[in-house]
């Protein structure tokens, strides 16, 4: 969908904020994200900071990266009414439902999901205890404190707890672990920085004596590129071939045995989207494998079952490109890509 720049500023030394108006009605959850980009460069993944709005406005909170492509080279040059692609909404990571205590940590920008989860399910959560850990390395860069301050004094539940990495509280996981008192009803939700989702879901379940009821968590995963996205290359094999070709919609493209569908479609210069850099959570990478092949390629994980689950535009033939690996046995494997590269494809045609 295109989105138009309604405004941008910045919240702090390091973080912008930019609010979108979608071209037609964007539906999501709170705590979902997007993929965004300008038509022909990167796309990136951003939380939406905001609940659902009457007139359809999004809000992102992007954390400066000197020299990132998106976040410092679109960004800097960003003029209020350029348009974006936006692809979404992605993830499935969501306020838990019930009365249960909610832990919320986050790390810098990782604090954008709960804003928008607060926003949303605060009123009708008004005595429910909601904590949120939020850690940033220095005070100045707490910057959403007015509106959590007010949610504070007004939704008897709510605590804000603010924590400075190095303090003597630790990071957030450490202060949340300390003041958990009921594991067995509490549903924790992590977001931001992965190491320390990495850090709290030890704390809080695999190494918890009591894990907690729920844990869930999106972590801020820096995207990779094509190169990245392909795999370590496999072992040599003298008796192996070490490439194979693909039919994408009767085209051929050449493809390394090793590497994944969708680093042979970016290098191939094909336009396949990849918002999520190959974690098999956005489903932008989609292909439709042609008869026969679905049984051929190696079976599906979990994750990339359960993320084809909830993409409506994905059918049985429906795979995610970042997820096969290609293998000699795949030599000649013909697919085609879904309507959700349209856009794009036109013009590749
Ligand atoms: C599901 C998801 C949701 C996200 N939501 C948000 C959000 O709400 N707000 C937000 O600010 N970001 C978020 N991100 C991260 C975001 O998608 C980009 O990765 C980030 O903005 C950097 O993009 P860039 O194009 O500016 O930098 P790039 O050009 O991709 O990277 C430039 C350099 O910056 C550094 N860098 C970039 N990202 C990281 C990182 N995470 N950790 C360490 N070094 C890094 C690296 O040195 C990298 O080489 C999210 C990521 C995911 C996967
Ligand atoms: S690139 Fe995101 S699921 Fe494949």
């Avoid at 439709?288 to 994750?303: D, F």
């Amino acid at each position: 969908m295109r989105a138009t720049l309604h405004s941008i500023r910045w919240l702090s030394d390091d973080v912008r904020e930019l609010v979108l108006k979608p071209d037609d009605d964007f539906y999501f959850r709170p705590g979902q994200y997007v993929g965004i980009g300008r038509s022909s460069g990167a796309h990136r993944c951003y939380s939406l900071a905001c609940a659902p709005a009457a007139d359809n406005s999004l809000a992102l909170h992007v954390r400066h990266w000197p020299g990132g492509e998106f976040s410092d080279r679109v960004l800097s040059r960003a003029r209020i009414g350029d348009e974006f692609d936006i692809t979404g909404p992605l993830g499935t990571f969501a306020f838990p439902s019930g009365d249960g205590p909610v832990v919320m940590l986050a790390t810098g920008t990782g604090v954008a999901p709960f804003l928008a989860m607060l926003a949303a399910f605060l009123p009708a959560n008004r005595h429910r205890r909601i904590t949120l850990y939020w850690g940033a390395r220095e005070q100045k860069d707490f910057y959403a404190t007015d509106v959590l301050d007010a949610w504070e004094a007004t939704h008897a539940g709510f605590q804000f707890v603010p924590v400075l990495s190095g303090s003597q509280a630790g990071y957030v996981q450490h202060a949340a672990a300390r003041a958990l008192s009921e594991p067995a009803h509490t549903h924790v939700l992590a977001c931001g920085n992965p190491r320390m989702i990495q850090d709290a879901y030890g704390i809080f379940v695999s190494e918890a004596a009591n894990p907690v009821a729920t844990f869930t968590s999106d972590a801020f995963e820096a995207a990779c590129d094509a190169a990245h996205i392909a795999a370590e290359p496999c072992a040599p094999d003298s008796a192996q071939p070490d490439s194979v070709r693909l039919s994408l919609d009767g085209r051929f493209v050449a493809a390394r045995v090793g590497e994944s569908i969708l680093s042979a479609l970016k290098t191939a210069g094909l336009p396949v989207m990849s918002v999520c850099g190959g974690k098999a959570s956005c489903g932008t990478c989609l292909v439709e494998l042609e008869a026969g092949w679905i049984q051929r390629a190696a079976p599906c994980s979990r994750t990339e079952r359960d993320l084809l689950a909830c993409l409506p535009e994905a059918g049985p033939s429906s795979r995610l490109g970042c997820q096969i690996r290609i293998t000699p046995e795949l030599d000649g494997l013909a697919m085609r890509l879904p309507s959700i590269h349209h856009t794009k494809k036109e013009s590749f045609v």
